[in-house]
């Protein structure tokens, strides 16, 4: 089992940044790619960014790219997504995946953390 756990999330006015963490513990071994999901109301989960473990790929949705940035410590087993110029439309609960593919699609991951809330105000 791998456990994730979230943090960073909060309150911004647009054109601001916010930086989120995600800790894993347990069978860390066995995880190939970590990523970034998020749900707004009433939408379904929506794939944000994704990194390899090893090697370090990273592959982002459209609406982010320039905009946010997702990173790791393997030393530290914590994935980051650093968000900037953020836009009331990036509001939504942020969620941090780990699983065995390197994959866009929130099936093909195993373990999510708890989700953590990101506002965006105009």
Same mark, same amino acid.
């Not at 942020?94 to 780990?98: D, L, P, S, T, V």
């Given at each position: 089992q791998v456990q994730l756990v979230e943090s960073g999330?909060?309150?911004? *006015?647009? /054109?601001?940044?916010?930086?989120l963490s995600c800790a894993a513990s347990g069978r860390t071994?066995?995880?190939?790619?970590?990523?970034?999901f998020r749900q707004?109301? /009433?939408? /379904?989960?929506e794939f944000v960014?994704?990194?390899?473990?090893?090697?370090?790929?990273?592959?982002?949705?459209?609406?982010?790219?320039?905009r946010f940035t997702i990173s790791r410590d393997n030393a530290m087993n914590t994935?980051?997504? *650093?968000?900037?110029?953020?836009k009331p439309?990036?509001?939504a609960v942020?969620?941090?995946?780990?699983g065995q593919y390197y994959?866009?699609?929130?099936?093909?991951?195993?373990?999510w953390g708890q989700g953590t809330q990101v506002t965006v105000s105009s």
């Open positions: 999330g909060g309150l911004v *006015q647009a /054109g601001g940044s916010l930086r071994f066995s995880i190939a790619a970590m990523g970034w707004a109301p /009433g939408k /379904g989960r960014a994704i990194i390899a473990t090893s090697g370090g790929i990273t592959r982002y949705t459209d609406s982010v790219k320039g994935v980051y997504l *650093q968000m900037n110029s953020l439309e990036d509001t942020y969620f941090c995946a780990a994959s866009t699609t929130y099936a093909s991951y195993a373990y």
